[in-house]
């Protein structure tokens, strides 16, 4: 099929060997067509890339000037930041956004994919739900040759365009940082979650722990939503780990924070008996006592570089199929929650 | 003009008098139309209503089953609870949401309602930008029939159906607590804006100062930005003043934590010296020392009612012309913050 092409309810009447006619009535849902044809029609369009719109084709080069943009949820400070970063670079290029969220659902995800596609967003910029591990919902925009990249939780099989930091190495100076302030039993935090961007904290602890002659452990692996509650939960199954743990890293600040609380009420000193640490340096690492070790995660900047590329692509200057990966710096934070010395 | 019937390209050449031949030319930018004729022609299409996608009146009577929500930021707790509970409702109800923010710029917003309505939105959800006080560019949608309501930051006029809290109501019991535990001198850090949200806030707080004879002056109103950032600058100035005051009523909870911690770094009690109450019950509240006094804000109940009552209107079971105001309970929550007793 040619990219550049729209299809057409001719092509689908070509291929389905039924009357125009009846396509455009089954488009329309009208009752006269039978269900068992419309679906069969339905299934074709979708297969095709076929505009729910069908008048689009009179559209085609018209730029519709928008952005689409699909997150898990709005409701963190990286995002909220990652977002104010991709704003600033759109707005300044004529673009308006237009935001969607997956809630953490696979199928959702595909829903908002679909919405965007149907609302002919010159340019989609996404970042995963937990557990999409398929991306074939993206075919769509890749079939009509729309551009679009991921950022932060990328796709797996590294097929398309991301920006992200290095997760493994942030995870890794986290956990070094914890050897070298004395801790021996550490515990990780983490989501219930395949995204890349855990998967590879769990990769450089581990690695970090070999590199120190730790033995790694299953059992010191917490896996739960990561919210502020969980980890007041984790803390009290930390409690009862024999013998306790001195060191806990947790995959983002809310949750290290709901922790941190928690392991403080229950009697022990932070970071005499646990030293915590966390990922993201969201402002309530600096509101929390002792101030939390963390992460710095360039939110706005990944905003920026990922809005970035996708406009140079639009205005044909830059080509996203050449990039590949793009890598932003992610540096530790040491603060009192860590400091043993 | 109809409100059920969309505007045409016939329509506007029939009141310009000019041919269909160049407004179609017109709408598609192309360069033969002249500057000055192209704007009459969008002027006008503007203000009739005509959608940018002429192609649209054939689809009038189909719904996208989307809903539009246009926010100030999406980079607050409270926003992120109030989204999380209208995507509960659409959800279940068979809506996509598409979200887009107006960066509290009056400008953007009405860049983002145009978006809405080219995206054709079958309703809206909106809490306005900080210094929006004209409304009349939701016209458009009132002049479609498009339902619409505004939430938490809502319109002037009061011609809209809104949902809110009792923002003069809150303020006053907040204002009264501090009182209660015998602060005399009260500081309200408030936004520099015109909102409801924020003048009603002032509203309570002089109400309550009046009904325990205490006198109000200007300069005990501080007006920023509301960041944490800007709680740490607003605690540098309110330690300057003379006779230093014993109350601080911030109206929210980020900009509350920020100066708390500013206040205590300077060598304060809080809240024997100071006390400092906040608003909104983000989760930073109780995670800062000591726990901030604050109001219990609804987010996730706001969503929840505000899409309910938008689809209540899809579905042709309620009216939203019929309901104008929708008032949410929010409750004062004591702690530590400001319990001198």
């Known amino acids: 099929m040619d990219q550049d092409k729209d299809v057409t309810i001719y092509d689908l009447a070509r291929v389905l060997n039924i009357s125009v006619a009846t396509i455009s009535r089954a488009l329309k849902d009208d009752p006269v067509v039978s269900k068992k044809t419309k679906k069969k029609i339905l299934d074709l369009a979708e297969e095709m890339g076929y505009r729910s719109n069908h008048f689009a084709r009179n559209l085609r080069n018209?730029?519709?000037h928008m952005i689409g943009v699909i997150i898990p949820r709005v409701n963190s400070y990286f995002m909220s930041t990652v977002i104010a970063g991709i704003e600033?670079?759109?707005?300044?290029?004529?673009?308006?956004?237009i935001i969607s969220q997956s809630s953490e659902s696979v199928a959702k995800e595909i829903q908002c994919v679909r919405t965007m596609f149907n609302n002919r967003v010159d340019g989609l910029l996404v970042s995963l739900a937990y557990d999409t591990t398929d991306t074939s919902h993206f075919d769509l925009f890749q079939r009509k040759s729309i551009p679009f990249l991921f950022f932060d939780r990328v796709a797996e099989d590294n097929r398309w365009a991301n920006v992200l930091i290095d997760n493994r190495k942030a995870s890794y100076e986290v956990t070094s940082h914890l050897i070298a302030q004395g801790c021996r039993r550490i515990v990780h935090v983490t989501a219930n979650s395949k995204s890349n961007v855990y998967s590879d904290r769990i990769l450089g602890y581990k690695q970090a722990l070999a590199d120190h002659h730790l033995p790694f452990a299953e059992e010191n692996i917490i896996r739960n939503t990561l919210s502020q509650e969980a980890?007041?939960?984790a803390a009290a199954f930390i409690r009862q780990m024999d013998p306790?743990?001195?060191?806990v890293f947790v995959a983002n600040d809310n949750c290290a924070v709901g922790c941190l609380l928690a392991l403080k009420r229950s009697g022990l000193r932070i970071p005499e008996d646990i030293a915590i640490a966390g990922f993201n340096?969201?402002?309530?690492?600096?509101?929390v006592e002792p101030n939390l070790t963390t992460v710095n995660y360039p939110g706005y900047e990944m905003g920026v570089v990922a809005a970035r590329n996708l406009i140079?692509?639009?205005?044909?200057?830059?080509?996203?199929?050449?990039?590949?990966?793009i890598l932003l710096k992610a540096e530790l934070i040491v603060r009192a929650s860590t400091q043993r010395g």
């Open 62 to 64: 018209r730029r519709t």
């Open 312 to 325: 140079h692509h639009l205005n044909g200057t830059s080509g996203i199929e050449v990039t590949n990966t």
């Open 244 to 247: 306790l743990p001195d060191g």
């Open 231 to 233: 980890g007041g939960d």
């Open 88 to 97: 600033k670079v759109t707005n300044e290029a004529g673009y308006n956004l």
């Open 281 to 287: 340096n969201d402002p309530v690492s600096t509101v």
